[in-house]
Nanobody, 124 residues
Framework: EVTLVESGGGLVQAGGSLRLSCIASGFTEDDYAISWFRQAPGKEREGLSC???????SYTDSAKGRFTISSDNAKNMVYLQIDNLKPEDTAVYYCAARIKGTFWCLRGYAMDVWGKGALVTVSS
């Protein structure tokens, strides 16, 4: 069973940086993807970035520039670095997995497993 647990959320001042972590375990397929999504208050869930089991990253247009995804397969960890945080980055950030294959890893409907989320609050 694939499980995902996010950590690293909290209160951050605008202009600062934050690194979110996702412990991702239980994969049985060699080809999979782990993604980051977020949902701001009153808004729809938004895809940000994904990384394949081979280490290939992808970003949505809105995430290019300030967001960096990385992984450490030895530690079963996936990270999302967010730089130059803005108040509009305030959201619950979710780690999600597509457990077989990597297509559509930036589409929420394609993901098979979700973490519980980590709240990031950016103060101005």
């Amino acid at each position: 069973e694939v499980t995902l647990v996010e950590s690293g959320g909290g209160l951050v001042q605008a202009g600062g940086s934050l690194r979110l972590s996702c412990i991702a375990s239980g994969f049985t397929e060699d080809d999979y993807a782990i993604s980051w999504f977020r949902q701001a208050p009153g808004k729809e869930r938004e895809g940000l970035s994904c990384i394949t089991s081979a280490g290939r990253p992808s970003y949505t247009d809105s995430a290019k520039g300030r967001f960096t995804i990385s992984s450490d397969n030895a530690k079963n960890m996936v990270y999302l670095q967010i730089d130059n945080l803005k108040p509009e980055d305030t959201a619950v950030y979710y780690c999600a997995a597509r457990i077989k294959g990597t297509f559509w890893c930036l589409r929420g409907y394609a993901m098979d497993v979700w973490g519980k989320g980590a709240l990031v609050t950016v103060s101005s």
